[in-house]
């Protein structure tokens, strides 16, 4: 955990992945980040493989260097306790639909109510300005809706979700530098603002920011940036395994095509020009798919190493455990008091010269409950009343 964000309180009431990684990341950056659940939990806490301690893999891969409480907001005591959560609290972030959010007295007006400096983000499927406002959106309805997912029709395949949880995560980035930028323009003019980062949205910016292509500037021109939709462009098959290979400039195209035998490729008028490759990059990758079986792979990257052309082994999850460069920078870091805990996924963004002190692991569920509401002016009668009244789960 660095200290970069030391003195900052997030109060953090999300579920699954985008809210929580962003959660996390502002956790890792220094800040206190208070995650407040419903009584039986986010639902990630049970998704994935369950270690030891019961707790699953997705949710102890996005709440670490967090607090918990788990409060029944349905109820007045459990209002109450929001309040002064958000009356204590630099950000509140949340990822509910905009009627459950009013419902729970998370909308904004009543946080400013609360807190009139308090940073409101709300993490939502779809802005709240279209038609689609308040749809429910999980990470396959996004990448749906947002064309990651018909990416294979335009090489002739049937619609595929990208096999990881892409739309959360990408999502959770504007996140946390939505907070940030708040933050610090409060911090210049004294003014709280509020921040919506709809996942429809961002996806579909993600996407378009190459394949808008010629669509940027003509209305009537098809999106699509033609060597990305190249069918030819993947890895390749050599005569024991996978290797990616990029040949991207023109220098890099000549060396390439010379050691493979393809010099005729070179006289071809379309290849004196970036936008000629580009426009015929399905037969110059379709050179690589010819080529590369005749060769094994430890031979290629011999040969593409010596021909300094962009490659690299195509690593399966497995591989990575083992990988020698995630191995010398210490990617996988050890167990952060989680039982039976043996890797997390860290930031992987270093920071020099800042002060850095041990994660935290992910917390139980409520394990921070006395601690949080002691802090907010609550007695030991008084939390016990919660917990006899049902406000809390522990």
């Known amino acids: 955990m660095k200290k970069l964000l030391d003195g900052i309180c997030i109060l953090e009431i999300t579920t699954i992945v985008m809210g929580p990684l962003a ?53 007045p005591e459990g209002q109450a306790v929001l309040k002064r959560l958000m009356k204590r609290s630099d950000v509140l972030l949340h990822n509910m639909r905009p009627k459950a959010a009013d419902r729970l007295g998370l909308s904004l007006n009543a946080a400013r109510a609360a807190n009139e400096k308090i940073i409101h983000c709300a993490a939502v499927g779809f802005g709240s300005d279209g038609p689609y406002a308040g749809r429910a959106a999980y990470d396959d309805v996004i990448q749906a809706v947002s064309g990651v997912a018909a990416l294979p029709l335009e090489m002739g395949r049937e619609p595929q979700y990208a096999p990881t949880i892409m739309a959360d995560k990408v999502a959770a980035l504007h996140v946390v530098y939505s907070i940030l930028a708040a933050l610090m323009h409060r911090e210049r003019s004294g003014e709280a603002c509020a921040v919506e980062v709809p996942m429809f949205e961002a996806i579909t910016a993600f996407l378009l920011n190459e394949h808008l292509d010629g669509a940027s500037f003509n209305e009537d021109a098809r999106p699509g940036y033609v060597r990305l939709l190249n069918p030819n462009r993947r890895p390749y098959k050599t005569a024991d395994g996978w290797l ?64 300094d052309i962009p490659h690299a082994v195509v690593n399966t999850m497995q ?19 989680l039982e039976g805990r043996l890797r997390s996924v860290p930031q992987p963004v270093k920071f020099m010269d800042v002060e850095e002190t041990p994660d935290g692991p992910p917390p139980e569920l409520g394990v921070h409950a006395d601690a949080i509401l002691a802090d907010l002016g609550y007695s030991d009668e008084e939390i016990a009343e919660l917990r006899k009244a049902g406000v809390l789960s522990r």
């Not at 390439?256 to 290849?271: C, P, Q, R």
């Not at 004196?272 to 426009?279: S, W």
């Not at 590369?292 to 593409?304: G, K, M």
């Not at 591989?319 to 008091?337: I, K, S, W, Y």
């Open 319 to 337: 591989d990575l455990m083992h990988d020698e460069h995630l191995q010398a920078v210490d990617f996988f870091r050890p167990t952060d008091g």
């Open 244 to 307: 990616a290979v990029m040949p991207y400039s023109g220098a890099h195209w000549e060396k390439t095509l010379a050691d493979i035998g393809e010099e005729a490729v070179m006289k071809e008028t379309w290849f004196a020009t970036a936008a000629g490759r580009n426009a015929n990059s399905e037969t110059l990758y379709g050179v690589l798919v010819k080529a590369l079986p005749s060769r094994t792979t430890a031979e290629w990257v011999d040969t593409f190493s010596r021909l």
């Open 23 to 75: 959660g996390q990341i502002l956790a890792d950056l220094g800040a206190e980040v208070i995650k407040l659940e419903p009584l039986d939990g986010d639902l990630a806490r049970y998704s994935g493989t369950v270690g030891p301690s019961g707790m699953g893999a997705l949710f102890a891969n996005n709440n670490r260097n967090k607090k918990s409480i788990a409060v029944d907001l349905r109820k």
